[in-house]
């Protein structure tokens, strides 16, 4: 077998374990005698990994699980001017997001300050309406605030894709190809777009349609596929990350080897493997709308994103609950008045439950506040 990018043939002194979808956000699948050694460490380095930072704050919400263990913590700047770090399992709660946006070099920078969930979706679909341009999912990705921490919004890296991070994608698009018997020398417009730094991109982002079949609502999977099915004549790849970055890569305009489709999802939570399919005949003036951003408009990208987001706040909720009851019942434990290792009298049992009822009716309270 040749490797799928460079064409050199794999031999085993220069063999590499490829992990079709990065393991940095919880990708599972990997093979031998896809990639040779250099292609796969260079894109590791240069790709993969600034993919893993863009999505980064998922795979922590999400605690994705990975060989090499959990994520690392996702640094986030709040509005006070401080940081936070938000860690993998660890509680954090629900958000009302109030949005700013303000210019900056290359971009748009948006900060978010959030209650709940109702209020959160009134204002994206407010926001959706009044600003066609804005980066909904961006804002979505960074609505998560530790209310226990501060009371301010936090800010987060908007982007999604790019020079490095999208030659990431078309390789996972190129790589799963591979695994199903395709040269990489039939996937012309993916090699050129991995291996001239100046090439156009060679993918897209599609919120609608759904290539998805029969998606699980709200499921934060990760998905690679290929098609040359119904495609009039291209071989196209789709990838997929957390349930929401949609994204169709065209390998060939002019494909000519054997049909293919195939594709592999996975629950990255859980390291499942998920029974599903994807629907990619687009022909090919619908992959050029696709390139030119017409399917992934705001609204689309919010519909996309919301159901994934509602897991991640139900979640974080949970934590938040389970968090806050543990310390309940610490705390009335420690106040009781009983010493280590004796058994409690009905006295004590009566005192943990006065200190039970008065912390919670303190804690609702102050959820209430908020
Ligand atoms: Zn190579």
Sequence with gaps: MNCAICSTEIVPSNDSEEHIIPASVGGKLKKRGVLCRSCNSNAGEKWDSELARQLNFFSVVFDVRRDRGPAPAEKVQTSSGGELLI????????????????????????????????????????????????????????????????????????????????????????????????SGTSCPEALEYLTNPTAEPCFGFINEPDPVLNRPIGVPLHCVAVSSLGTAGQLLGYVEFFGWRRTVVQLARAYSGP??????????????????????????????????????????????????????????????????????????????????????????????????AAQFVEYQSKLSRR
């Design 87 to 182: 860690h993998p399992g660890k509680p954090m709660t629900a958000v009302r997001p109030v949005f700013k946006s303000s210019p900056v070099a290359g971009g748009i920078s948006y900060e978010i300050q959030a209650r709940s969930i109702d209020e959160a979706r009134v204002l994206l679909q407010q926001l959706a309406r009044k600003h066609p341009a804005l980066d909904v999912e961006a804002v979505l990705a960074g609505a998560q605030v530790n209310n226990d921490l501060l009371d301010g919004y936090l800010h987060t890296s908007t982007d999604f894709a790019g020079e490095l991070a999208g030659r990431s994608i078309v390789k996972s698009a190129l790589c799963w190809a591979a695994l199903q018997g395709v």
């Design 259 to 356: 049909t293919v489709h195939a594709s592999h999802f996975i629950d990255p939570r859980t390291g499942e493997l998920l029974e599903l399919d994807v629907d990619l005949c687009f022909d090919h003036a619908m992959v050029a709308s696709i390139f030119d951003y017409k399917h992934c408009l705001p609204d689309q990208v919010t519909s996309s994103a919301a159901p994934v987001i509602e897991t991640m706040l139900e979640k974080l909720r949970k934590q938040e609950a389970d968090r806050a009851n543990a310390e309940m019942v610490e705390r009335a434990f420690r106040e009781c008045g009983a010493s280590e290792g004796e058994m409690l009298t009905e006295e004590h049992f009566r005192k943990i439950a006065a200190s039970m």
